[in-house]
């Protein structure tokens, strides 16, 4: 096996983070390794069988190269020499078989343990409450659980094969080595603490190296892209700073240049040293033993053996010599996956929840207090660099929200910006838990409410929509699984947007989303709405939009609007004089409390902050027929 002679895992150990050898684990890491181990145990078993047979193997061959010398040739036995041969031949063969039986097996273990720790992070970091979310720059989140999940595989696959060969493999041509020769072994072994001593120079070098490197290519990259998208591009041109810029890029490029020649010298330095080290041995075992040999101390075919077997023990202790940090740099990934796993959500759903009974919209805020929370509640202490670590509290939102919308009623949020209108939205579905009083949805406080009947029972529309960039029919497929083409088209028609949608060559079929066909934002929030009504939640929150239309998509978006909340209870944050108008009751906030509630006539006939927000923002706008 390539293992036992090659170095190809070397170059991996040497770009290893070495300082993983030094971090403290949980006390709980193994025994959780192990237990994601379990599932897989019966092929690990049969893996780690067929890693001892294949480590016993490496030293047949040479025993019997010594046996066809000693035996064979000297006694000019050719029928012997011809089974030995054949033995070779045979051992080759099943060397060969084991390396790609173990092969298979070792991915089936890697893979399938990818597959385990994937799908157990997705499904948790999907529970995870918004606030999560909104702490944590996700690209990096995601780039780091790739590679530790990655990371954690190994321990199974590589670390844990190479752990065991090499060890069997060193002890077995060790011995034989010692009962061969014990003279020409030792002194072929002093050599090697040479060979290990460069090995972990050159490690500890390179991965400092390679990581200032890595550190580079990523300063280079936030350059790149901070400067050639839309905005940075401006910036650069209408501040003259072409100049100024090329150089600082060309600085920043030349240190990683350096870098990758210093990385290439020593990289070459010790290739060299590999291949002399085993050479000056082989000059040693053959002049010393061919000495022994002269004197009639040693047999030709022992001489052989040696020769042969001390190439097959400098790949193992070299393998054997890096062994801590390998495991630990997979105990270390591990760790950090369990990290995530073990992140508490801040909404948790109760062990005796209850579903939503069928029919109850009522919404109820009662004495509600909330202060978002910090991002040390909600975030990783280890992803220090992902997440911005703050420990300063937001202070209270909402200082005790009262109100009730029944069944069917719409109620209207109004209020400067800021005022904590969206706070308000995001408790109905419980984005977010109340810090204190309740939430109440058809009676029941949420919190006693399972969440897929709660999240069931609430629709959201929001100003940007967000859209998967997928097809429009995969979009609104994702409110109503399986939804018929008649009822994709109903729910794109009553959202306005059908004749939109027909006359896009692919239809259904057009891409959206981030970076498909661009929507307008009207036209977003209309398929926003459709799918919505595809949901037929029966509770409706609605941010209305501010940005304004042109007025033929501002009374398609309306009349959207009018089918969407038709029969539902709704709290709509209102930027239209339509809805103010219309709405049961408008709630009028002002830094997180209700400071005024009524309809448009009592309101403005009362005065106030609304009547100031009525004349400011809704008095100027045309009233829709
Ligand atoms: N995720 C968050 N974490 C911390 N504070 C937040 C968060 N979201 C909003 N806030 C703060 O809460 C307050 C209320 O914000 P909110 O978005 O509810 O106001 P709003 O009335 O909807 O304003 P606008 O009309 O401008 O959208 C603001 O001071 C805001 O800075």
């Known amino acids: 096996m390539a293992m036992h002679t090659g170095m190809g895992p070397v170059w991996r150990h040497m770009r290893t983070d070495r300082s993983a050898a030094d ?17 897989h145990k019966p092929v690990i078993t049969v893996f780690l069988v067929l890693t001892v047979l294949d480590s016993l193997l490496v030293v047949v061959n040479p025993l019997v190269v010594k046996e066809i010398v000693d035996v064979g040739i000297k006694d000019s036995r050719v029928s012997y020499i011809a089974v030995l041969a054949a033995i070779m031949a045979a051992v080759a063969l099943l060397e060969a078989g084991l390396t790609v039986w173990s092969g298979v097996l070792s991915s089936r273990i890697g893979e399938g343990l990818i597959l385990d720790l994937r799908s157990a992070v997705f499904a948790h970091v999907q529970r995870l409450s918004l606030a999560f979310f909104t702490r944590t720059q996700t690209g990096a989140l995601v780039s780091r659980l790739n590679n530790d999940v990655i990371g954690a595989q190994r321990a199974f696959t590589s670390t844990l094969q190479s752990t065991v060969s090499n060890s069997i493999a060193v002890v077995v041509v060790g011995a034989t080595m010692i009962t061969l020769s014990w003279q020409v072994t030792l002194l072929c072994l ?15 070098r390179l991965s400092e190296l390679t990581r200032r490197q890595m550190d580079g290519n990523a300063a280079l990259g936030n350059a790149m892209t901070e400067r050639f998208n839309v905005g940075g591009a401006m910036l650069l041109k209408l501040f003259g700073r072409r100049e100024v810029e090329d150089e600082q890029f060309t600085a920043k490029a030349a240190v990683v240049r350096d870098l990758g020649v210093r990385i290439s010298l020593i990289t070459r330095l010790f290739a060299a040293t590999l291949m002399l080290i085993p050479a000056l041995a082989t000059a040693l075992v053959y002049g010393v033993g ?11 075919g022992t001489l052989l053996a040696l020769g042969t077997l001390l190439l097959r023990l400098l790949g193992p202790l070299q393998g054997l010599s890096n ?21 508490p959500t801040t909404v948790p759903e109760k062990a005796d929840a209850k579903e939503l009974p069928a ?24 992803l220090e660099a992902v997440a911005r670590r703050e420990t300063k509290d937001t202070g209270e939102i909402l200082h005790g929200v009262s109100f009730q919308a029944g069944e069917g009623d719409m109620v209207a949020l109004v209020g400067p910006s800021g005022a904590g209108k969206t706070t308000v939205t995001h408790l109905v579905a419980r984005l977010y838990d109340v810090t204190g009083g309740a939430v109440r949805v058809g009676g029941t406080d949420v ?5 897929q009947s709660l999240e069931d029972a609430v629709g959201y529309v929001t100003q940007d929509a967000y859209m998967f960039h997928d097809t429009i029919r995969a979009n609104l497929d994702y409110a109503r699984p399986g939804a018929s083409e008649d009822e994709l088209w109903a729910a794109l028609s009553a959202a306005q947007i059908d004749r939109l949608v027909r006359s896009l060559p692919e239809g259904l079929d057009t891409v959206v989303g981030d970076r498909g066909y661009r929507l307008s934002g009207g036209e977003r929030q209309r398929l926003a709405i459709a799918r919505l009504l595809l949901k037929a939640p029966r509770i409706v929150v609605l941010d209305e939009a501010t940005a304004h239309l042109d007025s033929e998509s501002e009374a398609a978006v309306q009349r959207a609007l009018d089918t969407a909340l038709e029969g ?21 906030l002002d830094e997180g409390r209700i400071v005024q509630q009524g309809t448009h006539t009592e309101l403005l006939a009362e ?19």
């Open 23 to 39: 971090v403290r684990l949980g006390r709980d890491t193994l025994r959780r390794v192990l237990a994601f181990a379990t599932p």
């Open 190 to 204: 002093v050599l090697f603490p040479v060979l290990v001593l460069t090995a972990r120079w050159v490690g500890g």
């Open 290 to 300: 061919g000495w022994l040999v002269v004197r009639g101390d040693l047999s030709i």
């Open 323 to 343: 062994v801590r940090i390998d495991v630990m740099t997979a105990l270390v990934s591990f760790e950090r996956v369990f990290e995530i796993l073990d992140l």
């Open 359 to 382: 029919g109850s919209s009522t919404v109820e805020f009662d004495d509600v207090v909330f202060r978002y929370p910090r991002a040390d509640e909600v975030s990783l202490a280890s």
């Open 447 to 451: 919190r006693d409410l399972t969440l």
């Open 568 to 588: 539902r209870t709704s709290l709509v944050i209102a930027h239209r004089l339509s809805t103010v108008r219309n709405a049961d009751r408008i709630l009028v």
């Open 607 to 625: 005065g106030g902050l609304y009547a100031h927000l009525y004349r400011t923002q809704f008095a100027d706008q045309p009233v829709e027929a």
